[in-house]
């Protein structure tokens, strides 16, 4: 357990509206990245940080944002909701392994986000 | 971009039977990782294998990274071992890993 908490777990939204989702951590990994997945597509990486107040694009960035202004937590902003964005999203952390190097992937319990 | 295929897109075995999913990459690769997702959604860390070969109880991965694939066996397989199979590498571009599309397992009493 990577100590990973998805909120909210299952929201119903309309068009137009904005939507926070919060991945909050309680073990002080330094990366944390927001994920969706849908069908046909498999997992696909929107943004990540790799620390405070330092985050980067994925690639599937369009339509989304995101901000880290303490280890913890990560949101994950949809400034203008879209029915394409009615998904899956996965919070995930990593922690650096024995090279230093970012690898072994944790992620959370996902939030189903359905947009109508 | 790295593109990472996986095969069989589909299985279907027999409680007790044996499996090999395989994965394949586009470009060398310094992370690739094997991850379980439960009928519930749940998705679980496998394996972490860049290279060489682990074995975790009834589950063990090879990756050969000279020759851009990996492979997940599952020996007496059980139906708690139904979901899907994903493999992600990250390609050395800060972190950012790429998945395949996964196989999904079916395990039958």
């Known amino acids: 357990d990577a100590g990973i908490t998805q909120s909210p777990r299952h929201k119903v939204t309309e068009t137009g509206t904005p939507v926070t989702l919060r991945c909050h951590q309680t073990?002080?990994?330094?990366?944390m990245y927001w994920y969706r997945q849908d069908p046909g597509h498999g997992l696909r990486l929107i943004h990540y940080?790799?620390?405070?107040?330092?985050?980067d694009k994925g690639e599937v960035s369009d339509g989304y944002s995101v901000s880290r202004s303490k280890t913890e937590d990560f949101l994950l902003t949809l400034e203008s909701a879209t029915s394409s964005q009615t998904s899956v999203y996965f919070c995930?952390?990593?922690?650096?392994?024995?090279?230093?190097?970012?690898?072994?992937?944790?992620f959370g319990e996902g939030s189903w986000l359905t947009v109508v | 971009g790295i593109q990472v295929e996986q095969s069989p897109p589909d299985l279907i075995l027999q409680e007790g039977a044996n499996s090999t999913l395989r994965c394949n990459f586009s470009d060398s690769v310094n992370n690739l990782q094997w991850f379980h997702q439960n009928p519930w959604g749940q998705l679980i860390n496998l394996f972490y294998i860049p290279s060489g070969t682990k074995q975790n109880g009834r589950l063990s991965a090879t990756t050969v990274a000279t020759e851009r694939y990996s492979l997940l066996y599952i020996s007496s397989s059980q139906t708690t071992d139904s979901g899907v199979y994903f493999c992600a590498v990250d390609g050395n571009q800060g972190g950012k890993l790429i998945f395949g599309q996964g196989t999904e397992l079916s395990v039958k009493p």
């Open positions: 073990e002080n990994h330094r990366y």
């Open positions: 940080s790799y620390g405070v107040k330092d985050t």
């Open positions: 995930a952390i990593s922690e650096p392994g024995p090279e230093q190097s970012r690898n072994t992937i944790y």
